[in-house]
């Protein structure tokens, strides 16, 4: 996933036995648990509000606030110039 392997992974566990102890290691485990579920959940979300704009929509879009802020700058310079 991170591109932790088995090893590192039982000695970040060892340290974080070593640094919090046995008592507070189900509450960190949960705050961890949680945080990646809201990670998964928020990435999700993200996925899906792009996914219901179709791209060519998007595109058109794009297109049409670029020719707008092209032509806006056009126009200034025009009555910079004169």
Request: charged content about 25%; overall charge positive.
């Given at each position: 996933m991170f591109g932790v392997g088995t090893q590192?992974?039982?000695?970040?566990?060892?340290?974080?036995?070593?640094?919090?102890?046995?008592?507070?290691?189900?509450?960190?485990?949960?705050?961890?648990?949680?945080?990646?579920?809201q990670l998964r959940r928020t990435t999700q979300d993200f996925q899906d509000a792009i996914e219901q704009e179709p791209p060519e929509e998007i595109r058109k879009e794009v297109e049409k606030k670029l020719s707008e802020n092209i032509s806006r700058e056009e126009g200034g310079k025009d009555s910079e110039s004169g």
């Open positions: 590192e992974l039982i000695v970040i566990l060892i340290l974080v036995l070593i640094l919090f102890g046995p008592r507070r290691l189900p509450e960190i485990g949960r705050a961890i648990g949680k945080a990646v579920r």
